[in-house]
């Protein structure tokens, strides 16, 4: 049996709940009290905070609108497409992949069979393995960025220098 996940709104927060029933989608709006109160109010028109007005608009837009769904899953599907990049590893290189997630910086590094097959154990275990030294530079910086906060300033430091000196020259 599947777990429920609980989301914690914060004070003003609404979640539009998507799910499926019998092969029907579901919606739902959730608001916390703090947005129950606006409509409680004996005003004619309520002003509703932004978020909670797009809430709304897309909870009647998908309900009301039929091509609305697929226009947007349409769109996303070919936005995904310009957004990626894949990037082809030659035999015996690696990559350092930097992401951004919610301003930090995630990376992970990526190998080739080859290099690979260099850490399987499956070689002689009395063979002592040469690692490119590529390979150890990747995984030194990955390494640095983990465990030294000030390795990110400095790199920028000293790009910031270089352009500096070149603006210089120029």
Do not use: C
Request: aromatic residues 6%; glycine residues 4%.
């Amino acid at each position: 049996m599947k777990k429920p996940v609980s989301i914690k709104l914060e004070p003003g927060d609404v979640a539009l709940v998507l799910g499926t029933s019998d092969g029907d989608l579901t919606l739902q709006t959730v608001t916390t009290p703090e947005v129950d109160a606006l409509y409680e109010t004996e005003e004619d028109e309520i002003e509703l905070p932004l978020n909670v007005a797009l809430a709304v608009a897309l909870e009647n837009r998908i309900q009301k609108d039929d091509t609305f769904m697929d226009e947007v899953i349409g769109w996303n599907l070919e936005d995904a497409e310009i957004r990626k990049k894949v990037v082809t590893l030659e035999p015996g290189q690696v990559a350092i992949v930097l992401g951004d997630v919610d301003g930090q910086i995630s990376r992970q590094l990526f190998t080739t069979p080859d290099i690979d097959k260099l850490f399987d154990g499956d070689e002689d275990e009395d063979k002592e393995v040469e690692v490119p030294a590529h390979f150890d530079l990747a995984y030194a910086i990955m390494m640095r960025l983990e465990t030294e906060e000030d390795f990110r300033k400095e790199m920028f430091d000293w790009l910031d220098r270089r352009r500096d000196a070149a603006e210089e020259e120029a």
